[in-house]
Every structure is written in C-alpha cells, then in structure tokens.
C-alpha cells in the first residue's frame, strides 16, 4: 500500500532564505506527484505537478523535482517571503487509482 | 471562473440525521473525489469517481455514499452520522485521473455531528 511521509511536520525559517521541502513515497509505481499548500481553514491551492516521467517543474520561486526510482520530491522555495507561511502537501496518484496525501509541513516565516 | 463548488460551508447536525454534501464542478471533469481531513491523520480518499456512473472505494469509505449520475455533480451522503464522522471535507476534480493539470478543490466543508 502506498504511503506519503513529508518530513518535516513544521519548520521555521528567517525571511529570506532558501529552503526545502521533502516528500516520499513507498511506491514508485505512480501517474504523478502534485504539491499544495494550504492555509489555515481554507482549501487546497495547488502549486505544482510532476508527471510521472519528468524530472522538475518550476513556477516562479517554487521548483519542484521527482525521483521516481528513490520515491522522493522536494519543493525548494527561493527567497521565502512572510506570505509562504502555510502547510504545505504532496500527493501521489498511485496505479491503483488512488490519491494518497502526506501530512503536510507547517512551514512559518519569521519576518 | 473554473472551480468547484461545495456546499453547505459548515454544517452542523445531529447523531443519524441523514445529510448530503453536495459538490459541483463546471470544468467538464470526469474525474471527482471526495476527502476527509483530520488533525493528525491529514487527507484521507473517502470515495471516487472516474466517470458518469463509475464510483470507488478509497481509503475511509464506511458510513458514506456517494453518486455520480451526471459529470458536474458528486454528492457526499451521510445516511446516519456519527460523531467521528466530525470533520473538515474536500471535494476536487480533474480532467482524469492522472492528468497534467492536476487536481482542483473546493473550498472545504467543516461538519460537527453532536
């Protein structure tokens, strides 16, 4: 079965660094990984996507990779700004159909 | 504007009350699930559906029903509510599974069942 762990739960970082985002999984055999973040109390906003056969996305600051045979991606944010402040989630859609979610890292910004 | 619509936003109710949780989507998506997200536990697939008639189990489906009769719409249904059901709901859909553009929300449901 399927599972998606992000470490670390939460992080805190000084405004303006660079900072990195983990995210594995047990199994490699998946359509594709997407990252989210998600505010408190609100609904999922979607940042990135990674097909199962390529390597990096990038939007903006955010630049996230797939290493499909090791079951890892990360989501690197460059000079993070108060505003990234938010739980940020991967989620693999596996072959079996389903979509399996991390737990997220709360990540805050210190101005 | 692209999106998909839950209602009610909050709802709260009592033990074996039955409910629906409607959710629409005006993208054309055939593909809807529904989620459920508990401190803790994170995102968990109640239930999904890959086309008009065509619905699965996912992880945590006991207590719910769903139904796909027409592409837009992927309602939740309690038939008898319990108190561990108390929890933050998401709809999403995409244009199939494992598409490029990946998965849109909604904007959530929080229900507390007493």
């Known amino acids: 079965k399927q599972e998606v762990t992000q470490i670390p739960a939460a992080l805190s970082v000084p405004e303006g660094e660079n900072l990195v985002l983990n995210c594995s999984f047990t199994d490699s055999a998946i359509y594709n990984l997407q990252w989210f973040r998600q505010d408190p109390g609100k609904g999922l906003t979607s940042l990135l996507l990674?097909?199962?056969?390529?390597r990096e996305q990038t939007s903006g600051r955010l630049n996230a990779s797939l290493d499909k045979s090791s079951g890892r991606s990360t989501l690197y944010i460059a000079a993070s700004q108060p505003g990234d402040s938010a739980t940020y989630l991967c989620?693999?859609?596996?072959?079996?159909?389903?979509?399996?979610f991390g737990k997220g890292t709360r990540l805050h910004i210190l101005p | 504007e692209a999106q998909v619509t839950q209602n009610p936003r909050y709802l709260i109710t009592v033990t074996g009350k039955k409910l629906t949780v409607t959710c629409s989507q005006n993208?054309?998506?055939?593909?809807m699930s529904w989620y459920r997200q508990d401190p803790g536990l994170g995102l968990r697939q109640i239930y999904y559906s890959m086309n008009v008639e065509v619905t699965d189990k996912g992880d945590v489906p006991e207590g719910y029903k769903v139904s796909r009769k027409e592409k837009r719409n992927f309602p939740l249904i309690l038939e008898s509510p319990s108190p561990n059901q108390t929890s933050l709901y998401f709809c999403?859909?995409?244009?199939?599974?494992?598409?490029?553009?990946?998965?849109?929300f909604g904007s959530g449901t929080r229900l507390t069942v007493v």
């Open positions: 999403a859909s995409s244009l199939y599974l494992g598409d490029a553009y990946g998965y849109t």
């Open positions: 989620a693999v859609t596996a072959r079996d159909d389903k979509i399996i």
């Open positions: 990674i097909q199962s056969s390529q």
């Open positions: 993208m054309n998506h055939e593909y």
